[in-house]
């Protein structure tokens, strides 16, 4: 008897086992539309959303709302390119120039580009541990951690030219240790440094690259473990110093080109920052080795006048501590000041993006993909 | 190993609540010519009486049978029991720890020879390195092992997994006793192994035992990614190991025992890497280095009173070396070293015929040191104090007990954890309601915790030193069932099922700091976990020469994220809803054959129950045939192995592709040399 219950459930065992489903039809297929509101806008046609994804997990991926019709599109890169081998690991940075998309994807080395109509990937241009894009006259400039990798002797990082045209790197120029976000002012390419890989001597310098010999001319001092670097409409440079998690603490710096010198700095956390016309958006979290918590901060800097403007972007208390578990990207629509701010939660699970009006109320909220992080306005094409 | 004194050692070991040594080292033994195929059923006929009896879940794999699952290792053993999920990198060096009812690996204590495994520095035990062929048996508890001469230790986890390794035995008056072998097979692995027992006087034997384990580790793997078919070859899989380990076994009068051990391992590995669009190559190597020393006593004072000693000293060393991390000092390189003292006191004492009670004292002292940027050097001093009485009458057995825990923390620098007390309960209980039936209910409450380890406490940028321990409290009701049969198709059936609720509060996980450099440790979740395993072995005969077993787990977990703010009903990350394992072995005279199914359903990688989290269900078909004469002074055994016979392409961890189809030869010698003719020599 009991050994007929045995074989009975053995059998069952065998049947479920015998399913395994096909990898694309797991839960959740097909549920990835959602909606915003649509409006009617006379430059912009959408934007792009890009999710890092886990490292390790193989997750980045593209999304896609537009503002015509206020759909939230999932994926939109997995589905213009089927038979491809996906966007890959970790999607750090992404960019719009010209007619084409720039994905820059740390964890599988490469850099995509697409046809910023239709998605469809134009080239793949694999660069080891590359980490942010900019662009100027025709070419792109990439950072990336390493210049050479398995060199135990060569620290430095490097940032790669690339031509917009033949999509091939052009020229590399060597620079600090862990080069992170840059920006070119005239002909000068800026490059901030963390020295991430070395805690204990972080980096704390600019470099300045010029680019016609594509050679660095000078560093400029500025703190340690720098992360953001964003240009204003006055030829200032905005850099972020992330301290060194225990007794320096973050903060913001401000870079005159002209005389490449530090010329005020801000009491600010940096998690992202977005300059709109003269007003620099900022949101940020501390770790306060006190509480053992997360602080979370939304500030805003009139760049003009270099100063910080004493209220929060946000309103109906949407800036507090909790509302938006942990703001990670941040930018602002260029035609109508409206403020989109992803929550990438717990780093883990399918994060947030919230849309707010310029005044700071909330207008919508969609679900995205792991970390969301970088968010690129597409124009409309005539 | 006769059977006789294998039986008898499985006796002891499991059934004897008093015996922690639990090994007759040197009791003699008759030679039986019974044939072998008989061995297995005779060894169950022995266990079940008792293991019906136990008051908590246990389950075991021993002698021949664990020799026949098609495993290398422990890791790969553990699989076959119900209520586990092993988690597997892959690869013969691929990490492989064990969780247990979905509890997490840390709340899970592993034993060697009675005596805990630490791991301070990450809190677990990577099950791989521990080879099959040198175990007698691993067993698996629920809460905890029952008895009233147990180190206190044994009473401080959730769940232990017990290994006891194999002890010197003479038949037949051999004085002394060698084996040597090698195992060679896919993927270009080379493991050769030898042991000796050497018979030193009347009371006293060695057991010398080593091995090296040596492959390449290639092999060809297919998957999708994205949205295309991949075949590639797993690379920086090579993995070098070296184990080396020396007992001795005495034994005073009848009424005392003593052993001491001394063991060495030592490995390095290439870490394979997550496959992810356009990046498959590694270069991140480890190097391990773990030495201990152990030592128990025991000691039967009187008819009433016994006493148990224990001791270790264990140096462990890490090194990890990163090639695509440049620092400004070179190559990521990171080296971490620790070192255990831990001393154990144990007495018991019969006050009645009916009540047994047991007191226990273990203290612990750990250390680690590591080359990183602002480590804490940290020193733990942990006093742990156990009080358990047991009822054992002709129905009913019943055990409660005390764990008192205190730890101090000790740092060089920056912030130490705060000093901690606590006193927690278990209580358990296996009672036959009819004389008759030889059905037994029992049911058992534990609650424990986990301390942080120095990782999730001080390692740079992610510890956290405000943490709280970990807590599991545990219920579990079930039923088990055994007989013997004189005769018929089936000689022994056992069978165990329970149904069980854990709770696992204050659980420590990674949180998001202000960047992904910058995680920390905090204690965050709440995780409830409702769960029904069963359990059922069969053995018999059919005719005088085919022998056969049979025995088939399965496991239903709902492990759901109850913290605050977490999504509703998500299963959380590599805990599948069903699994299950099923082996059938049949001997006919010194042949064998056997055939084991491994199944896991599906499973989520991440917390979201969500398409892009999902992974497939697996399931494994292993067979393998064996070939061993009829146990004599000398003899020649051989075995072929097929793994993954259906060549199934699957992962256990999300992106770490496991082997496919795989094949094994094993040939072993053993020969024996007579007491007196080794004299002479």
Not at chain 2, 59 to 82: C, Y
Not at chain 2, 251 to 263: G, R
Not at chain 2, 602 to 622: C, F, G, M, V
Request: with cysteine; net charge positive; glycine share 8%.
């Amino acid at each position: 008897m009991k050994f007929k219950w045995t074989v009975c459930l053995l059998s069952m065992l065998l049947a479920t086992a015998a399913c395994r489903k096909d990898e694309d039809s797991g839960p959740g297929a097909g549920e990835d539309l959602q909606h915003g509101q649509p409006e009617t806008l006379t430059t912009l046609k959408g934007f792009l959303l890009l999710n890092e994804g886990n490292m390790n997990m193989n997750k980045a991926s593209l999304d896609y709302y537009d503002y015509t019709t206020g759909v939230y599109r999932s994926n939109v890169f997995e589905k213009a390119n089927a038979g491809g081998s996906g966007l890959g690991d970790v999607g750090n940075d992404l960019a719009v120039y010209g007619s084409k998309v720039y994905i820059v994807v740390n964890g599988s080395n490469k850099i995509e580009v697409l046809d910023a109509r239709t998605w469809k990937k134009i080239r793949q241009i694999n660069l080891d541990n590359c980490r942010y894009i900019t662009f100027s006259g025709g070419k792109a400039y990439v950072s990336a951690y390493l210049g050479v990798v398995g060199d135990p002797a060569a620290p430095q990082g490097s940032v790669s030219e690339i031509d917009t045209a033949s999509l091939t790197i052009m020229r590399r120029a060597t620079v600090g240790r862990q080069p992170e976000e840059l920006a070119v002012v005239g002909n000068r390419l800026y490059v901030a440094h963390s020295g991430g890989y070395s805690p204990s001597n972080y980096e704390r310098t600019v470099a300045v690259i010029d680019l016609t010999s594509f050679r660095e001319i000078k560093r400029i001092d500025v703190a340690v473990n720098l992360h953001r670097l964003r240009v204003d409409a006055y030829g200032d440079l905005y850099v972020s110093s992330r301290g060194d998690y225990y007794d320096i603490p973050p903060r913001l710096y401000v870079i005159d080109t002209g005389t490449d010198a530090v010329k005020k700095s801000f009491n600010l956390a940096v998690s992202d920052m977005d300059i709109s016309s003269d007003t620099a958006y900022i949101c940020g979290t501390a770790f306060s080795y006190q509480t053992g918590r997360n602080e979370i901060s939304y500030s805003m800097l009139d760049v003009r006048t270099e100063t910080q403007l004493q209220r929060s972007f946000l309103s109906d208390g949407m800036d507090r501590n909790g509302k938006i578990t942990l703001p990670y990207g941040l930018a602002i629509n260029p035609e109508n000041k409206d403020i989109l701010i992803t929550d990438a939660k717990d780093y883990v699970s399918p994060g947030k993006l919230h849309c707010f009006s310029k005044s700071g109320k909330l207008k919508w909220s969609v679900a995205t993909g792991d970390i969301p992080a970088k968010i690129e306005f597409l124009k409309k094409t005539p | 190993m006769t059977i006789r004194k294998l039986s008898w050692y499985l006796f002891i070991y499991f059934f004897v609540p008093t015996c922690q040594l639990g090994v007759p080292a040197l009791a003699q033994s008759d030679s039986l010519n019974q044939a072998r195929q008989l061995q297995e059923i005779q060894v169950r006929e022995r266990l079940l009486p008792e293991l019906k009896r136990s008051s908590v879940p246990v389950q075991v794999l021993s002698g021949q049978q664990l020799q026949r699952l098609h495993s290398l290792s422990v890791a790969d053993a553990v699989r076959f029991f119900s209520g586990v999920q092993l988690k597997d990198y892959g690869g013969i060096g691929g990490l492989k720890t064990i969780n247990v009812r979905s509890l997490g690996s840390s709340q899970v204590n592993v034993f060697y020879d009675g005596i805990q495994l630490g791991n301070m520095q990450n809190g677990q035990v990577d099950l791989g390195r521990f080879s099959l062929d040198n175990m007698e048996a691993i067993s698996l508890f629920n809460g905890q092992k029952p008895g009233v001469l147990l180190p206190a230790k044994a009473y401080a986890s959730a769940a232990s997994v017990y290994m006891e390794s194999r002890v010197p035995v003479f038949d037949n008056g051999a004085g002394a006793n060698y084996r040597a072998g090698v195992r060679a097979g896919s993927y270009g692995l080379f493991n050769p192994f030898f042991a000796t027992e050497q018979k030193i006087g009347r009371q006293l034997a060695a057991r010398i035992s080593t091995e090296l384990t040596n492959a390449g580790g290639h092999y060809t793997f297919r998957r999708r990614i994205g949205s295309t078919d991949t075949a590639a070859v797993r690379q920086n899989t090579d993995i070098w190991s070296f184990r080396a380990e020396a007992g001795l076994y005495g034994k005073i009068e009848e009424k005392q025992d003593w052993q001491v051990k001394a063991y060495h391992y030592r490995s390095e590995r290439g870490l394979p890497r997550a496959i992810v669009t356009n990046r498959f190559e590694a270069r991140q190597r480890q190097w391990d280095e773990n030495t201990f020393i152990q030592a128990k006593f025991r000691e039967k004072i009187s008819d009433k009173m016994s006493l148990a000693l224990a001791g270790k000293y264990s140096h462990d060393r890490l090194k990890y070396v990163d090639p695509e991390i440049t620092t400004d000092a070179g190559f990521l390189n990171n080296e971490f070293t620790s070192q255990e003292i831990y001393a154990s006191a144990t007495a018991s004492y019969l006050i009645c015929s009916f009540f047994e009670m047991g007191l226990s004292a273990d203290y612990l002292h750990n250390r680690m040191q590591a080359n990183l940027y602002r480590f804490p050097f940290p020193t733990r001093q942990t006093l742990l104090g156990a009080a358990v009485g047991r009822i054992k009458m002709p129905r009913l057995i019943g055990e409660i007990n005390l764990l008192a825990t205190a730890v101090d923390e000790h740092v060089r620098y920056y912030q130490q954890a705060t000093d901690f007390r606590k006193l927690t309960p278990s209580v358990s209980f296996n009672w036959q309601p009819l004389a008759v039936l030889p059905v037994h209910i029992r049911a058992f409450y534990k609650e424990i915790f986990r301390m942080p380890t120095f990782n999730d406490l001080y390692y740079t940028f992610s510890g956290n030193s405000f943490l709280r321990p970990e807590y599991a409290h545990q219920f579990d009701l079930g039923m088990t069932t055994a007989n013997n049969f004189k005769n018929g198709l089936v000689r022994t059936l056992d069978a165990q099922a329970d149904v069980y609720f854990n709770k696992i509060t204050d659980k420590i996980v990674a949180v998001p700091g202000q960047n992904l450099f910058r995680w920390s440790m905090t204690n965050l979740d709440q995780v409830e976990i409702r769960g029904a395993e069963a359990n059922v072995r069969l053995s018999g005969q059919v005719g005088n020469r085919l022998g056969y077993a049979l025995l088939f787990a399965y496991t239903y977990q709902e492990a759901i994220e109850t913290t605050a703010g977490a999504e509703p009903r998500q299963q959380i990350p590599y805990i599948p809803r069903h699994s299950g394992s099923f082996t059938v072995s049949a001997d006919y005279g010194p042949a064998g054959l056997s055939y084991s199914f491994v199944y896991t359903g599906e499973r989520y990688a991440q917390k979201a129950n969500i398409r892009s989290n999902y992974l497939q269900p697996w399931y494994t078909h292993d067979l393998s045939l064996h070939f061993q004469p009829a146990p004599k002074a000398r003899q020649l055994s051989l075995t072929l192995e097929v793994n993954n016979l259906l060549n199934q392409q699957y992962d256990v961890i999300k992106n770490f592709p496991m082997p496919g189809r795989n094949y094994r030869i094993g040939l072993s010698w053993q020969f024996q040399k007579q007491e007196r003719k080794t004299h002479e020599i």
